[in-house]
């Protein structure tokens, strides 16, 4: 089994548009292991060097699901398909759970305008 890559922290920072999930996402990478890398470019993963296929398709899922409104297929098969080659039943759930949580504070942060590092 692989542990769900990239961790919370990288995932956190995908398409969130809000102050204390980049923060929070970034600090959460750090302990986990991101190198700075990836910690910085994370919001051009696509782009760079210093992700994984595993990390990219855990990060193409998280956007996906992220940004919903973007397009008329929101997760393509493709896009889940290619997650499901490299996580398991398991790893796929907590990958989910892991960005609905993400979402939901999200959702929270932004309309009351909590500031990052204010926790």
């Known amino acids: ?66 940004r919903l409104a973007d397009r008329p297929d929101p997760v393509p098969d493709r896009v889940w398909d290619v997650a499901a080659t490299h996580l398991d039943q398991k790893e796929l759930a907590a990958l989910l759970l892991t960005i609905a949580v993400g979402n939901a504070l999200d959702r929270l942060d932004v309309p009351t305008r909590r500031q990052a590092g204010g926790w």
């Open 1 to 66: 089994m692989h542990p769900v890559p990239p961790g919370r922290g990288l995932l956190d920072q995908v398409g969130v548009g809000c102050g204390p999930g980049v923060a929070e996402g970034a600090r959460q990478a750090r302990d986990r292991g991101a190198t700075a890398d990836q910690v910085h470019a994370v919001a051009a993963w696509r782009e760079t060097p210093w992700f994984g296929d595993a990390e990219r398709a855990a990060l193409a899922l998280t956007e996906a699901v992220t």
